[in-house]
């Protein structure tokens, strides 16, 4: 299993671009999630989706958009980059239940971006 | 809402002494207790969970105590070695889908 996979790794984007953060999972998982992570600071949760077709809000969702068609896709799109968006955005995703339930979160090895 | 609170923020320990990081949370109702690790440019990975029906769980050097009286867990890391130095953070058990982690700890080992 490949586990979680983001793509891109690396990204520079000038303010005012859109893109779409690429995320995807091969286990079969009905969890996955979206943080994002600014320099010496803790995880925040952006946006989270509990099935295929089912998506809501975290902490900061503000400038980005989600959309869950598939079990194994949640892509995460910024829809007019902003400085403030420069940071480490990790996808991750855990089996039906979520993290309540005792399971596991899978992180993806991020995707740095940075606005200019 | 859950909130949890992390400390301290920074813990620098001489190899091969203890290190302790706290978590206090404020749901009386949360059941799962995970602390995840994170190496400098490297994902976040989990080292060890307990869930509220257990005080204490060891694994090798690591272990994870609950109190759940005062609404609180702690990672305790003993024989700290070099390999140890990284971001530690709790997670809060919102009864839901929403995950809050603590604010991290940075452990630095000295060698």
């Known amino acids: 299993n490949a586990g979680v996979t983001q793509t891109p790794k690396f990204q520079v984007l000038k303010t005012g671009q859109s893109m779409t953060l690429q995320c995807a999972q091969d286990?079969?998982?009905?969890?996955m999630s979206w943080y994002r992570q600014d320099p010496g600071m803790g995880l925040r949760l952006i946006h989270y989706?509990?099935?295929?077709?089912?998506?809501d809000q975290g902490e900061v969702p503000n400038g980005y958009n989600v959309s869950r068609s598939t079990t194994e896709d949640f892509p995460l799109r910024l829809l007019s980059a902003a400085p403030s968006q420069t940071s480490v955005y990790f996808c991750?995703?855990?089996?039906?239940?979520?993290?309540?339930?005792?399971?596991?979160?899978?992180f993806g090895e991020g995707s740095w971006l940075t606005v200019v | 809402g859950e909130n949890v609170e992390q400390h301290p923020s920074t813990l620098s320990v001489q190899e091969g002494d203890s290190a302790v990081i706290k978590c206090t949370y404020s749901?009386?109702?949360?059941?799962?207790f995970p602390w995840y690790k994170q190496e400098l440019g490297k994902r976040p990975q989990l080292i060890i969970d307990?869930?509220?029906?257990?005080g204490e769980k060891k694994d090798q050097r690591i272990a994870v105590t609950l109190n759940k009286t005062a609404k609180h867990f702690s990672l305790h890391i003993t024989e700290t070695q070099p390999e140890d130095s990284a971001v530690y953070f709790c997670?809060?058990?919102?009864?839901?889908?929403?995950?809050?982690f603590g604010a991290g700890t940075r452990l630095f080992v000295k060698a």
């Open positions: 991750a995703s855990s089996p039906y239940g979520g993290f309540s339930s005792g399971n596991t979160i899978y």
């Open positions: 286990m079969n998982h009905e969890y």
């Open positions: 989706s509990v099935g295929a077709g089912i998506t």
């Open positions: 749901d009386s109702a949360s059941n799962y």
């Open positions: 307990i869930r509220s029906n257990v």
């Open positions: 997670l809060g058990d919102t009864g839901g889908f929403k995950t809050i």
